[in-house]
């Protein structure tokens, strides 16, 4: 498939996009090694449970599927599992991305699947049918590249979970990511998490031609599935 980038001349956030801190995958790789010190790969989180959940029909479809921020790729393992074509997956860390590897390969997917490492803000993404970001919106300050470089790529269907930003919940969580902030300042950890407006998401999503198909809840995160207009999918 085609690798589809945006316009830099007409998206001055991609044409001006910062480089990445390279402290933020050293900070991954360091929580990858303790995830996997005792030999096993980490679980699938409850949040990427309902997630998956919400996509149900991959068996029916059986799309290829983009994961940004993959990490260990126990979702991309798990769509793959339940009728995906093939997966990729892409993840700032080195060590999610042979967590990742290993994970593919010991589930003998490995030729059904291509990791690699990179900011997915800006580098080059292949087109695939689906495009998946699991808790992985909250990670990015400049969610407007994130969304500019992803959006483009997904050919039918893009799918998120991010924490919520309405109501009760919404406030929970920026107090949360506040307090964090602080801990993390402190610290001297490079890795604030960010509480997103979904309505700027959806938004966003609308003007590329995606409506709502599935949307719930888990807990304090929203999770959301969009589907490309037939007329936009071509």
Known sequence: M????PDPATDPAECCAPPTDPRIARHFDHKMRERTAGGAPPPLHEVSAQL????ADVGETAPSVLEIGCGSGALTMALLERGAQRASGVDLSPGS???ARRRASEADLSDRTSF???D???IDLEAHDWVVLDRVICCYRDVSR????SIPVAQRRFAFSVPDSRGVFG???RIEELIEGVVNTVRGRPCPGYVHDIGFITERLAQAGFRPVRTANAGRWYVGVFERAESDAG
């Open 146 to 149: 994130l969304l500019a470089n």
């Open 120 to 122: 997915a803000a800006s």
């Open 97 to 99: 991305i042979d967590a």
């Open 2 to 5: 085609p690798t589809v980038r």
């Open 171 to 173: 406030l929970m969580n």
């Open 116 to 118: 690699r490492v990179g």
């Open 52 to 55: 998956l959940a919400q996509l």
